[in-house]
C-alpha cells in the first residue's frame, strides 16, 4: 500500500560527501514527519536527523554541522546531505514516515528497507 525506496547510498573516503533520498509512494493522504535513521553492526539503530512537513529540523550530536535533511512535500520525499563523513558514519541507513493512507483513521510508521553507507578512512 505504501513504500518507502532509498537511493543514494555507496562507498566514500572520509572528508567525502554523499546525498540521501527517499521517495514515498502508495495511497498517501499525508505525512507528518520524515526522518533517517542508521543502524551499524552491532548496534542499536538511532536517529540520525528527523524533519517536520513544515521544514523543522534536529540532528543527533554527531551529525551536527555535518549532515543536513530536507523535504519536499509536494514529492513525498526526504533527503540527508551527509557532508566531511567519518569512518563511524558507516551503517545501514533508513528513511522513516509517519503518514496517514487514504481511508485510514490515523497515523502510522513506515520505513524504508535501507540503503549501505560505507566510510573508509
Known amino acids: 500500500q505504501v513504500q518507502l525506496v532509498e537511493s543514494g547510498g555507496g562507498s566514500v573516503q572520509a572528508g567525502g560527501s554523499l546525498r540521501l533520498s527517499c521517495a514515498a509512494s502508495g495511497r498517501i493522504a499525508y505525512i507528518n514527519g520524515m526522518g533517517w535513521y542508521r543502524q551499524a553492526p552491532g548496534k542499536e539503530r538511532e536517529l540520525v536527523a528527523h524533519?517536520?512537513?513544515?521544514?523543522?529540523?534536529n540532528y543527533a550530536d554527531p551529525v551536527k554541522g555535518r549532515f543536513t535533511i530536507s523535504r519536499d512535500n509536494g514529492m513525498n520525499r526526504v533527503y540527508l546531505q551527509m557532508n566531511s563523513l567519518r569512518s563511524e558514519d558507516t551503517a545501514v541507513y533508513s528513511c522513516?514516515?509517519?503518514?496517514?493512507?487514504?481511508?485510514?483513521?490515523?497515523?502510522?510508521?513506515?520505513w524504508g528497507q535501507g540503503t549501505q553507507v560505507t566510510v573508509s578512512s
Open positions: 522513516n514516515a509517519d503518514l496517514r493512507v487514504f481511508g485510514g483513521l490515523g497515523f502510522d510508521d513506515y
Open positions: 524533519i517536520t512537513r513544515f521544514g523543522s529540523a
